[in-house]
Structure formats: C-alpha cells, structure tokens
C-alpha cells in the first residue's frame, strides 16, 4: 500500500469511499445531510486530501491499484491559528480495513503536517466512533473536551489534539 495525494480525478471516488465508510460504520444515515459534505470535502482546494493504494504485483502486464481509504488534512483559517490543521475525513473502504489502512494514512497526515509546519493538529470525531478514536489515542492524540463541537442540537463531535515538533 502507498500513501500519496488524489489526483483532481479521483475526488468523486474520495468522496464516495468516506460516505460508504461512514454509512457501513452507522454513522451515518443514508439520508443525512452530511454526505454531501463529505462528497465535496477538498474539492475545492480547501485541504490536501491523502489517499491510500493498494499496490498490485504486476501480473502478466496487469498492474494497478486500488483505492482503500482516505484523509484530508486542512489548514488555517478553518482552524484556530495559522500553525494548526485538522485532520478530516479518515475513511477506510471495506477492503482496507484491517490492513494498517487507517494508521497508514494517520501517519502520511501527520507527517504532512510537520513538514509544513504546523505546529497543533486536531480532529473532531464522532462519540460512537470507538475504532477511530483507539486509532487516534495509539498515534498519541489526547482529548480536547474545551474543543468539543456541536454543529447542530443533539450531536456533539469530540476534540482530539497532537502537539507537533516541526520539521524545518
């Protein structure tokens, strides 16, 4: 498996692989309100969005990959100060899942951000998200519960946050 940037035409796909992973996950309805959000996330230039490659042995001259998850790591103004950024939309297909997927690309965003030089990185996750947020805690993120997030009455997102030594 690599990690590297989407290609401008691999978006759509971006998008449906997060709403797929949130809907099989159950965290999200089939009708909900959000999965056009998570459809357009990075679309727009907004963030940099990672994705995670299956990379095929070539065999008989096929060769290819496939598309097994995905983050966007978004900077400042959307956040609290220019020397942080928030991780997004961590998604894993079905057939990513139990590969190291998740930690690959939590390991590509944060290194991402150093080299760019953030200085705080955060996530808001959703409470039920019990996978997301071990895989969170392992990478040494700590809770934030003075950033906890309501974006509407009865859904309150969880703040994570991680210290990071930039590279310079």
């Known amino acids: 498996m ?29 009708d909900s309100g959000y999965a056009p959000v998570l459809r357009a996330l990075g679309s727009t230039g907004d963030g940099t969005v990672l994705v995670a490659v299956a990379v095929a042995v070539a065999v008989a ?16 103004p959307d956040v609290a100060s220019q020397d942080e950024a928030e991780i997004r939309a961590l998604a894993v297909s079905p057939e ?31 409470p039920d998200m019990q996978a997301a947020q071990h ?3 392992k990478a040494g993120f700590r809770r934030l519960p003075d950033r906890d997030w ?3 009455p009865g859904v309150t997102l969880l703040a994570y946050g991680l210290p990071l030594a930039a590279d310079r």
């Open 2 to 30: 690599i990690v590297r940037d989407a290609l401008p035409g691999e978006l759509a796909e971006v998008g449906e692989i997060r709403v797929s992973a949130y809907q099989a996950g159950g965290h999200m309805s089939p």
């Open 135 to 137: 895989l969170y805690q």
């Open 96 to 126: 990513g899942q139990g590969q190291g997927t998740g930690s690959a690309l939590l390991r590509a965003a944060i290194e991402r951000a150093k080299k760019a030089g953030v200085r705080h990185l955060v996530l808001l996750t959703q």
């Open 61 to 76: 001259g096929a060769g290819g990959g496939q598309m097994l998850g995905t983050v966007m790591l978004q900077r400042w």
């Open 150 to 152: 309501s974006p509407r």
